[in-house]
């Protein structure tokens, strides 16, 4: 997947890069940012050395979109049910309140499952990364 944007800096071989909606979906509804209209800001590896006011184009794998929509909405879910699970077996085995040992392993597993995902993006880093794979075009002024 494609997207437009600007650079706004650069440092280290990352430029952060301001994006508009998606031109291609025309407000589809298909994803959030569909529906808000709004830009939204990311760092993509500067494969192509842009300058800060630079015009790029950016592009997203889209199997790592998917993988990592899954990760950050689908797991944090499944780990907290499942600790939440535990906890409530862990609590009636020891002859206590079950459900508050359930909402606190629940709890326990969301945090626990984010600060994973913050070590797996860290480890991963720029492997992942939206790359900067183009200078786009400027639209011409007046006619020429």
Known sequence: MRNLGLIVSTRDGIAR?????????NKCGACLAA???????I???????AKV??????????SHAVGIAF??????????????????????????????????????????SMLVL?????RLGKRNMPVVVNLAEEPRQGGE
Not at 18 to 25: F, S, T
Not at 43 to 49: C, K, P
Not at 93 to 98: C, E, M, Q, T, V
Not at 118 to 122: A, G, K, M, V, Y
């Open 118 to 122: 913050r070590l797996i993006d860290r």
């Open 17 to 25: 890069v301001i994006l508009g909606p998606h031109v291609e979906c």
């Open 35 to 41: 529906l808000d209209n709004k830009a939204r800001t």
């Open 71 to 112: 990760l950050i909405f689908v797991l944090p879910v499944v780990v907290a049910i499942i600790a939440g699970l535990f906890g409530l077996r862990l609590g009636e085995a020891l002859g206590l309140r079950g459900d508050y040992f359930a909402m606190g392993f629940g709890a326990g597993g969301f945090v626990g």
């Open 53 to 62: 006011g630079q015009r790029v184009e950016i592009e997203i794998k889209p």
């Open 43 to 49: 760092d993509a590896l500067n494969s192509i050395g």
